[in-house]
């Protein structure tokens, strides 16, 4: 909770209100995380400006199956201490929707096209699965939060005088493929952008921006 609060916060002291800037409220998604939002400036002298997006992932969440028991660590001890068939009932590690935050500049390529490099972090919990009947079933609970450092790269362009587009990919690890033991972030990245199939092309990201101001 407090690092999505954080998330919420960051753009607030990123931006400070500019008589200089015409303001974008923007629609953000992209192949993983579809459904988000943010705010682009652009310098009305076209030189540059900053955005920040905050996106989100959809569909089903395996590993969350049965009672939760995330806030009742009593539970997980007393099940842990007593039980003697903890490994045929232990259904595997999932992980959670992840939540994503980008911010970065807007470096001018030429009228109205800017390229548009980010820098960020993805947020997602880790859920442990189990399914015992000697303590009422299916049951699971969050084991940790996890993090990644995330980057981007878009192209945004002003196509009218109250639109902005944008296109481009948001590069971060395959948290279904990821090492997150042994690996750190960057070394995830990596092995993620090299993977065969997959890699550095696999999650185009897109935008579109309504004038505020």
């Not at 902005?164 to 948290?175: A, C, H, M, N, T």
Request: with cysteine; glycine share 10%; hydrophobic share 40%.
């Amino acid at each position: 909770m407090k690092r999505f609060l954080i998330l919420l916060i960051i753009p607030l002291l990123f931006f400070s209100q500019s008589k200089n800037t015409h303001s974008f409220s923007t629609l953000n998604g992209s192949l993983e995380q579809p459904i988000g939002f943010g705010v682009s400036e652009i310098n009305k002298d076209g030189n540059g400006g900053s955005f920040w997006n905050i996106k989100f992932e959809l569909g089903e969440v395996c590993g969350k199956s049965g009672q939760n028991y995330t806030h009742d660590l009593g539970f997980v001890i007393n099940y842990v201490a007593n039980t003697e068939n903890i490994e045929s009932a232990y259904q595997g590690l999932h992980y959670g929707r992840s939540t994503s935050f980008l911010i970065g500049r807007h470096i001018t390529i030429m009228n109205n096209l800017y390229l548009s490099p980010g820098l960020g972090f993805l947020l997602f919990a880790e859920r442990a699965q189990y399914n015992d009947e000697n303590f009422g079933g299916e049951f699971y609970f969050r084991t940790r939060m996890l993090s990644d450092v995330m980057f981007s790269l878009h192209l945004n362009a002003k196509i009218s005088k109250r639109l902005l587009l944008q296109v481009g990919l948001d590069i971060f690890p395959d948290k279904t493929n990821a090492d997150y033991i042994h690996d750190n972030s960057l070394d995830r990245i990596w092995e993620h952008m090299t993977e065969k199939n997959s890699g550095l092309l696999s999650n185009f990201s897109f935008g579109l921006g309504f004038i505020m101001k």
